[in-house]
């Protein structure tokens, strides 16, 4: 099976951590406000210096957007506004149905896409870099996905994999 051509019918929302999942930084410290797109349509930052993203990443949300897939957002940064930000001016907000980014443990965001979505947590995957965070989610039964490198085709594919095997198991 293809997992980024074939949907996966009890998987219904994909979860993204921000930093270190969809982009090379922490927002919060690595990156200055305010952020714009230069003459070049790059997002550059307040001393013009380019701000980056996994370059998978557009590809990524689109694929997985037009297989039908929800997509949402789970960070911890404090730094919402910016993070906000950046979302729109990489035209990334189209693809997100929910976003939840602030500061705490992350079983709230997941609580609140449950609660706003209606959707099981065992029918969500989480994708995110920081180990403590995937064991908070593991524990409420997201199938949670640590990323070294970012998140790019493989690593969905061998994400939304674990996730087909996590639910034969229980089922
Ligand atoms: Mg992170």
Known sequence: MDYLKDKVDNLKIIVFDLDYTLWPFWVDTHVTPPFRTDQNGKVVDAYGQKVKYYPEVPEVLQTLSLMGYTLGIASRTSATEEAEQLLDLFDWNKYFTYKQIYPGCKTTH???I??????????????????????????KGVTSILVKDGVNKRVISEGIKTFVAENNDSE
């Open 114 to 139: 449950h609660k706003d979505s209606g959707v099981r947590l065992s029918q969500m995957i989480f994708f995110d870099d920081e180990i403590r965070n995937i064991r908070d989610l593991k524990a």
């Open 110 to 112: 997941f609580n609140r």
